[in-house]
């Protein structure tokens, strides 16, 4: 079946550093990748919208400057956490979908930031 | 507001025991998935519902979808500890976007 990576699972990094986590979509060419964050017993917020080849598209309330997406090919969208504090600490992951409107949405299994 | 809710947020029962989760909206729906996430993972699709009145049945989880596609419940029977986790339902809101409730965190006690 489909199959998403995301890389690293877990990344710890220093308050004022910079983080990229990877998304890639293993078997299939995904047009549309989906950014969510997840807080502790939280459910899953989505963070942005990214295209293959266009600009993404964030939900209200999250800085476009401080997460930076990336979706350069069909099968890969990065994430960037840019000048990192305690509060980004979290669990993100990605999902991607084929090139139909219709089709399922394949998950990551995560990445887990803790901003030190 | 929340577009989707989710009741009981948390629930623990004995190994055996059946329970029912449930998922409101306000919103009609065309259609509406239930997910399972373990700790450290992504979610995993466990149905899609698509009419209303709709039931399906996985194993021993029944997913009903409401007459209007406003509502969902997810039923499960002789719980088991291997059920535990948070179910998650979502709909596709506008073009594409996947939109969760706020999830019921499910333990299962042996």
């Known amino acids: 079946g489909a199959v998403v990576s995301q890389h690293p699972s877990r990344v710890i990094c220093k308050s004022g550093t910079s983080v990229k986590i990877e998304c890639r979509s293993l078997d299939f060419q995904a047009t549309t990748m989906f950014w969510y964050r997840q807080f502790p017993k939280k459910s899953l917020m989505l963070m942005a919208t990214?295209?293959?080849?266009?600009?993404?598209?964030?939900e209200q309330g999250v800085e476009k400057d401080k997460f930076l997406i990336n979706h350069a090919s069909l099968t890969l969208s990065t994430l960037t956490v840019t000048s990192a504090h305690p509060e980004d600490s979290s669990f993100y992951i990605c999902s991607a979908r084929w090139a139909s409107r219709g089709s399922p949405l394949h998950f990551g299994n995560g990445t887990r930031l803790t901003v030190t | 507001t929340q577009l989707l809710e989710q009741s009981p947020q948390f629930l623990s029962i004995q190994e055996g025991e059946n329970l029912t989760v449930y998922c409101n909206s306000s919103s009609v729906f065309s259609s509406l998935q239930w997910y399972r996430q373990e700790p450290g993972e992504g979610p995993v699709l466990l149905v899609t519902v698509v009419t209303g009145g709709e039931v399906k049945k996985l194993k021993r989880l029944t997913f009903q979808f409401g007459d209007a596609r406003k509502d969902s419940s997810l039923h499960i029977t002789a719980a088991q500890p291997g059920d535990t986790g948070l179910y998650l339902c979502a709909v596709v809101q506008g073009a594409q976007k996947l939109v969760f409730g706020q999830g019921t965190r499910l333990t299962i006690n042996p």
């Open positions: 990214s295209n293959e080849g266009s600009k993404a598209t964030y």
